[in-house]
């Protein structure tokens, strides 16, 4: 996983990066999800699988706007702001 230079992993939580200054909250994660089950799927029903438990919170209007998201060869791209209390965007 390509991560910025200066950015350093959290020693507390694996695949967590974040810059040394850090006034907005940024940060960057790996991590994966099964949606519930480790099981063989389709490519489909992991694109579904995908949608339900990594991008739906993002659909949140009231909570959040989505600001691009690209369908990719590999994956997808969603980048969303949040208007969520003590989070700034």
Do not use: H
Not at 31 to 58: D, I, L, M, N, P
């Amino acid at each position: 996983m390509a991560v910025p230079v200066d950015w350093a992993e959290d020693p507390g939580f694996w695949g967590l990066f974040s810059p040394p200054d850090n006034p907005f909250r940024a940060q960057l994660s790996a991590g994966s999800t099964c949606g519930g089950g480790c099981v063989q799927r389709t490519e489909a029903e992991w694109a579904e699988t995908a949608q339900e438990t990594e991008f739906a919170q993002f659909r949140d209007e009231e909570n959040f706007e989505i600001e691009v998201e690209e369908d990719l060869a590999d994956g997808k791209l969603l980048v969303a702001t949040s208007n969520l209390p003590g989070w700034s965007s």
